[in-house]
């Protein structure tokens, strides 16, 4: 095997145990909050026909979907993002899905990118969306989740910063001019985040605004109000138990896609200070525009990668993930009672290895030390004689005989 056969595709990554234990961490708890919210679990292919999956977003985009001729001569492409196939899905089951489709989706994507810092080729997406409902209750629902879900993963402060189109565009039209739409207004003010005023004033005097006229789109949005209707989303996420200081009304908050129709946030973990951690709102006629049923829809697309960093810099994974206790092996006349004890533990439900080899005792404390195991068990011949075991802290450095029988209380030592 040659050398370029012994990476990883660029763009593409392993996920060693512990990386991994901390994303299915990360997975189980967002999980649990969505469910809870009644959302249900879809999952679509990975592949699909490339002609569901072009044409969607532009010509852009169409150059980042992977897409082949499989041997039955069909053109085929991976998936590119999770929204294209669930307007699939509506309209496929349509017959078979509740007026009010609650779903969240967890799958990877595939994206033709250029690899760099942060943004690969295969990418987890963890999305939920309500379809159906044009209704406040949904966008609130949406926002109340996507709040407690981090919550629930152990961030101690989450923001969601909360706008809607409606404000954006009845601000900021009347600036708009036949060289510099209404859509590419928004999408300057939306760096506002990411630079300074007055670099998004240059830029909006680059499109053809006059520089008077791009201050004073600048004033007017700052100074905007929430309309009627992102007061009452705000009344409800507040009454879906949301603290007040985690809702923050940001006027210039654009989220830059031109398919957002009403509703619009973003997640910020002010700890973490990296930056958005997803985002969404309501789209209410991109379902039809892909193709789909006229289909009303309001979600979030949490940004994974980014809330797995987060969870791991701010220390909030569980230390004793993985494996608990190592069961040493070391005396071939102790091996029934060495996998008896193994059977034990595994039935009151503690994550147990068995060393594979008779080998020295130092051997195996040293491999249960660099693995990161918060206890060693050792049964020898005076443990067989006594129907005991002898538990090692590997943290603490204590050390205990006990008997068999009270081999649960282990977490005790």
Known sequence: MSKQNIQTLKGFRDF????????????????????????????????????????????????????????????????????????????QYQDKLPKYFRRYQI?????????????????????????????PLADAEIMACTYEALKNIGFKNVILKFNDRETLINTLEKFATKEV??????????????????????ELVRKGLDQTQAELALTSINSAEKSVNLSEIEQIVSTLGVPQESLQFAPTLARGLDYYTGMIFEIIIPEYGVGSCGGGGRYDRLIQDLGGPNTPAVGVAFGF??????????????????VEVLVANFDQKAQKATLNAVKILREIG???????????????LKYADQNGYQYILLIGEEETKNQTVTIKNMKTGNQKNININEIANLRQV
């Open 350 to 364: 503690i994550k147990t290895e068995l060393y594979p080899a008779l080998e020295k005792v130092g051997k195996q």
């Open 107 to 135: 799958q990877n994507v595939f994206r033709a990118d250029k690899p760099q810092k942060g943004r690969f080729r295969e990418f987890t997406q963890c999305d939920i969306d309500i379809f159906g409902s044009t209704s």
């Open 305 to 322: 990668d980014r809330v797995v960093e987060a969870a791991t810099t701010l220390e909030l994974l569980p230390n004793n993930q993985g």
């Open 181 to 202: 739409s209404v859509f590419s207004l928004i999408q300057s003010i939306d760096k506002l985040d990411k630079i300074e005023p007055e670099d998004v004033v240059a």
């Open 16 to 91: 060693l145990p512990k990386e991994k234990m901390a994303r299915d961490f990360v997975v189980q708890k967002i999980k649990e909050v969505f469910e809870k919210f009644g959302f249900q679990p879809l999952e679509t292919p990975t592949l699909e026909y490339a002609s569901l999956l072009l044409g969607k977003y532009g010509d852009e985009a169409d150059k980042l979907v992977y897409t082949f001729t499989d041997r039955g001569e069909r053109q085929i492409g991976l998936r590119y993002d999770q929204t294209v196939p669930s307007a699939r899905v509506l309209t």
